[in-house]
């Protein structure tokens, strides 16, 4: 009975933030702020493959490489290559992980002690210029909290 209520609330939930993500105003600055401190890395991407590198049943790893058009946290500059983890229910059609994102990346060390970057669960956004700009506060506003 449990699972069918939160299999209930999740299919009432994801349509709005479906339609969330069409408003170029959304997310909020806070919002924004929020996911930029979990993360490792935050930046401007565009895509260059993207292919399903691991079947669960209802869900999907996508093996991403993509091109970092404006890095706004971590190690990566512009034109440098990122290879990341992107999972998602099955049934995403690979014109989904093409073009310009913004991503929020978290930093995982394997068994081996190996580096390798995953998607923040709900964090991937199409690249709109009120949400670039936004990313550039955060990371000048994170910038001057440093040098403090």
């Not at 983890?85 to 049934?91: L, T």
């Not at 068994?111 to 709900?122: A, G, I, M, P, W």
Request: proline letters at 3%; a positive charge; glycine letters at 4%.
């Amino acid at each position: 009975m449990k699972l069918l209520l939160k299999v209930f609330i999740i299919l009432l939930v994801l349509p709005v933030c479906a339609l969330a993500q069409d408003d170029e105003e959304w997310p909020s600055l806070s919002y924004l702020r929020s996911d930029y401190r979990e993360v490792s890395v935050v930046a401007h991407i565009r895509i260059q493959q993207a292919e399903i590198t691991n079947r669960i049943i209802g869900y999907e790893n996508w093996s991403i490489k993509a091109e970092v058009i404006e890095p706004f946290k971590g190690k990566f500059k512009k034109g440098d290559v990122i290879d990341y983890v992107h999972g998602a229910e099955a049934g995403f059609k690979k014109e989904y992980f093409t073009g310009e994102k913004i991503v929020f990346l978290l930093a995982e060390r394997d068994r081996d002690r190996k580096l390798h970057y995953v998607v923040l669960e709900n964090s991937t956004l199409s690249a709109t210029p009120d949400r670039i700009r936004k990313l550039r506060l955060i990371r000048r506003s994170a910038m001057s909290k440093r040098r403090r």
